[in-house]
């Protein structure tokens, strides 16, 4: 199934430079700076220095002055750190109380607003997304996006004697706009198991197997399948954090390296938290790239964007997909005027196998594609920290349609649980600022019919989807989401009765089974029987 064509007669006639609005958006750099431990050259930089770095070498790849481009950069704007990401976290190391203006001092930019954006895998490409826009509509004229993480360097040096210290003190305005986990966790939730993104994105991959009808082993293998290709691009990536290649059996056979995590996910197949890199973008106008000098050849259009955000997980009517996130996809295509068949170069966010098959079962593409469905080698294996994967991918699809100028690359960003979903189709094709119609879009998807819910849930019900959860001592814990039989309401729920984990969860199929659930002050618990 392909995406649909808007096929209108203005978009099928070549346009020239010339031809277009001098505000229109273009991607006019890219770059990315990493580094592993005890590599040759480590210099343990923090998250504002690989940051900076990759802006250094963003600004550069424009191919204009760097004192210019950098002195005109009126916007910087920045994805969250994982220190910064959630309430109470701490930044070992200490970190920089304004990221977005701490980067643009090294790169010697005095922006008049600076940007902090909500958590999320979204906010890279909603960041392009935003100031493109915002070019557009002459409300700023060059962008400089960035973002980073040094979660490897810090988990080393922590607590350590001579510890490198990232804390920074920067004066100037900060437009911080918050976590961004508004429905995404809660206290319901946690008692009930659902505290960290394996467990939330493991119940999308039960569900979707049972949909399937798929066998346990085989749906592993399905995951191998899919992620093997992944690791032969990191493998051959620069900036990956795990440049090895598997087989698809060696990715999903558990070991003592490949331990579970959550059912049906081993180590190898989540994303990988323990990177040091930083990737960073330059937007401006056309009108701003001819007075500083750009050549054409660095010019990238966004020809087709969406940004949409999914139900809240218990408000989703099935729990083995997400409509939303095919729709953001599908609009971003038809801004673009494209299908899927006319795209070139792919990179599906791969946090988890979920979200790459809801894209994938959505537009009929398949793990051996010969275009790959990844341009960095995807998160469990080029690395996945935190919020800025995503901004490597879009520094990367530039890259590489630069390199086949005309043809056409997706980037498709997720973010929260399967949550937030952020599109871009990236082209040399000169391209007019198309806006996209995402308000329209998301009232459509907020007006979704929502299964109801029992918060305290008793009696007998059906298993509609789990996760076992594997802690490193070996203990077990069922996260269950069933529905009542009396009345058909919706129910999270904890299985920690060794009985139910052996006999129900880790069963051939427990998707369907009847069980018992009783509720307490402590949370809802399952059981095998009514006593």
């Not at 206290?187 to 798929?214: M, Q």
Request: hydrophobic residues 40%; glycine residues 10%.
């Amino acid at each position: 199934m392909n995406g649909n064509r808007s096929g209108s007669l203005e978009r099928d006639m070549p346009l020239n430079y010339d031809d277009l609005d001098p505000r229109t958006p273009i991607v006019v750099g890219v770059g990315q700076a990493s580094e592993l431990l005890d590599s040759p050259g480590y210099r343990r930089r923090s998250p504002v220095e690989l940051a900076a770095d990759a802006a250094r070498e963003a600004i550069a790849d424009t191919g204009a002055g760097l004192i210019a481009v950098s002195a005109s950069i009126d916007t910087v704007a920045a994805t969250r750190q994982f220190e910064n990401s959630f309430p109470g976290v701490t930044a070992p190391l200490g970190r920089s109380d304004n990221f977005p203006r701490s980067v643009a001092q090294r790169v010697g930019a005095r922006p008049r607003r600076a940007v902090l954006e909500v958590g999320g895998g979204q906010s890279p490409q909603r960041l392009v997304n935003e100031f493109a826009a915002a070019v557009a509509a002459g409300s700023a004229e060059v962008v400089l996006l960035a973002g980073a993480e040094a979660i490897s360097t810090i988990e080393r040096y922590a607590g350590s004697d001579g510890a490198p210290d990232f804390s920074e003190q920067v004066e100037g305005s900060l437009e911080d706009r918050g976590f961004g986990l508004e429905g995404l966790l809660s206290e319901h939730h946690a008692v009930h198991g659902l505290t960290d993104a394996p467990s939330h994105y493991a119940l999308f991959d039960n569900a979707r197997r049972a949909r399937l009808k798929l066998s346990r082993a085989a749906y592993a293998q399905a995951i191998g399948e899919l992620f093997a290709p992944f690791t032969r691009i990191a493998a051959a990536n620069p900036h990956a954090a795990a440049p090895i290649e598997r087989t698809a059996a060696e990715l999903v056979t558990p070991t003592d390296a490949n331990r579970p995590i959550a059912d049906p996910y081993t180590r190898y197949v989540v994303a990988r938290e323990k990177v040091n890199q930083g990737a960073a973008i330059v937007l401006m106008s056309i009108a701003a790239a001819k007075r500083l000098g750009v050549p054409t050849d660095r010019w990238v259009f966004l020809s087709g964007h969406a940004d949409l955000r999914e139900r809240d997980l218990m408000d989703r009517a099935d729990l083995s997909s997400s409509p939303a996130s095919v729709l953001a996809a599908r609009h971003a295509l038809d801004v673009a005027g494209i299908g899927v068949d006319d795209l070139a170069h792919l990179d599906l966010y791969s946090c988890f196998a979920a979200p790459v098959f809801n894209l994938a079962d959505a537009f009929g593409l398949t793990a051996d594609d010969p275009r790959g469905l990844t341009v960095t080698g995807g998160l469990p294996f080029f690395g996945g920290a935190g919020n800025n994967y995503a901004m490597h991918a879009i520094a990367s699809v530039v890259e590489r349609v630069r390199q086949s100028p005309g043809s056409h690359g997706f980037v498709g960003a997720n973010g929260g649980m399967m949550s937030k979903y952020s599109a871009g189709v990236y082209t040399t094709t000169p391209s007019p600022w198309r806006a996209d119609d995402s308000a329209a879009l998301q009232a459509e998807v907020d007006a979704w019919a929502a299964p109801e819910q029992a918060v305290r849930a008793d009696g007998w019900a059906t298993l509609e989807t789990y996760t076992v959860k594997h802690a490193r001592d070996g203990k077990r814990t069922g996260v269950v989401v069933g529905r009542l039989e009396a009345d058909g309401r919706r129910f999270l729920a904890l299985a920690e009765d060794e009985m139910v984990l052996d006999d129900v969860l880790c069963s051939a199929e427990p998707i369907g089974q009847l069980v018992h659930v009783r509720s307490s002050s402590a949370g809802n618990r399952i059981a095998m029987s009514d006593y």
